[in-house]
């Protein structure tokens, strides 16, 4: 079933800790998007993907970077995390033609303390 | 000139009755509305969705409302039930924005028993 899976779902982590949060999609999109959300608030862009090696960083600034060496993977990392980086970060992805509608991931819950 | 305004920021509706959310939005060159919905911890799912050719669609109990002139959309939700309580995205998809989408600042629906 094609679907878009994001890994961990929670994760709480220490101060200054370098992280990663993994999104993997096996629906060819080639968009990918990163957003950040606290609950039930708005949706804020922080990177996206057009396409492998392609990335750039959304409407929202972010101290985290993201990669793209594979069209089904799009990583977020955080060098040095920090407690203002507490947030839900969600993953999409979207077709280039066709259904214009974004598939989202279920979310990774990130707390740092 | 991309944004979506959203409103309200959060309705409570009694069970039976008709939830109703409106975004407006100032880009005549959107030319898709989808609408998103979110329950805690998940990511946003597609919804329901129109293009502005279009002045109404139905799906279920769920049916948007489009108005080109005005350049208004919104979603009516017939007979609330309590597991429709979720948070509600507007979006809008402009084909300069390399189809990507604008989405509204959100609403907390909660439905009563």
């Known amino acids: 079933e094609a679907d878009i899976y994001q890994t961990p779902r929670y994760l709480v982590i220490g101060t200054g800790k370098k992280i990663t949060l993994e999104c993997s999609q096996t629906m060819g999109h080639d968009k990918m998007y990163w957003y950040q959300q606290d609950p039930g608030m708005e949706l804020h862009l922080i990177h996206y993907?057009?396409?492998?090696?392609?990335?750039e960083k959304g409407d929202l600034s972010s101290e985290s970077t993201v990669s793209r060496i594979r069209t089904e993977h799009f990583p977020l990392t955080l060098e040095s995390a920090r407690p203002s980086h507490t947030s839900q970060y969600l993953c999409?992805?979207?077709?280039?033609?066709?259904?214009?509608?974004?598939?989202f991931g279920s979310g990774t819950r990130l707390t740092v303390v | 000139q991309q944004q979506v305004k959203q409103s309200p920021q959060s309705l409570i509706v009694q069970k039976g009755g008709i939830s109703i959310i409106n975004c407006a939005y100032e880009?005549?060159?959107?030319?898709?509305f989808p609408w998103y919905q979110q329950f805690p911890g998940k990511g946003p799912a597609l919804l329901i969705a129109?293009?502005?050719?279009?002045s109404e669609k139905k799906e279920g109990r769920f049916t948007i409302s489009f108005n080109k002139s005005a350049k208004q959309f919104s979603l009516h939700i017939m007979d609330s039930q309590p597991g429709d309580s979720a948070t509600y995205f507007c979006?809008?998809?402009?084909?300069?924005?390399?189809?990507?989408?604008?989405f509204g600042s959100g609403t907390q629906l909660t439905v009563l028993p």
């Open positions: 129109i293009r502005p050719d279009v």
């Open positions: 993907s057009y396409g492998v090696n392609s990335t």
């Open positions: 999409a992805s979207s077709p280039t033609t066709g259904n214009y509608g974004y598939t």
């Open positions: 979006a809008a998809i402009w084909a300069g924005s390399a189809r990507q989408l604008t």
């Open positions: 880009n005549t060159a959107f030319d898709y």
